[in-house]
């Protein structure tokens, strides 16, 4: 199992790709610091970052974008007006800007996302454990409904963007399961360690969710 942990969910997916594709990572990925975000996306082509397909990269590599990082460099104006504004957010993410909200992206039919903003902000780690692990069986009861495993997860937590005078925080974190899995107990126990990776005292966190 391989673990990959970012500020947002494109960074989040890079970093496990490292984890599995390193040996020397221990399986664990942790691209908080800028600095390790850069030296990573140097190395990995355009090809392996998430929502950039077959076709897109063609087209991306034509323009001598070869690189993740020669991605996340490129002129936002420019991303939007040759591609879409989707392309701009990944670009976006990839400098550790969190746009491509849970709720609002436009995930294929094969992700399954559970999420819930609280009614009152939580700091105990166990009350997000008992938050996370009712999404993670509402989310593999859908799975089950279509008769579906589930291969890779992923969890983030986040404090509220609107309230600027709160000390603001925003993680996600990614797994590829080793065997894929339809048992609910699999699930809800990764998940939850994929959380304790995140979680972080003093923080008053407004929302959380298991994809």
Known sequence: MCVGIAPTRTLAKLANYAAKKYPATGGVVDLTEPARQRRLMARVP???VWGVGRKLSVKLQA????TTLELAD???KTLRKRFSV???RTAQELNGVACLHWEDASAPKKQIMCSRSFGQ???NLSDLEEAVGHYATRTMEKRRARQQDAWELTVFVR????KADAPQYSRSASIRLIQAAQDSRVVVKESIALLRNLYREGFDYAKTGVM
Do not use: A, K, S
């Open 74 to 76: 490129t002129d936002l």
């Open 121 to 123: 902000p939580l700091r």
């Open 159 to 162: 404090t509220n963007p609107f």
């Open 63 to 66: 323009m001598g974008i070869q």
């Open 46 to 48: 355009i090809d392996e």
């Open 86 to 88: 989707v392309l701009e």
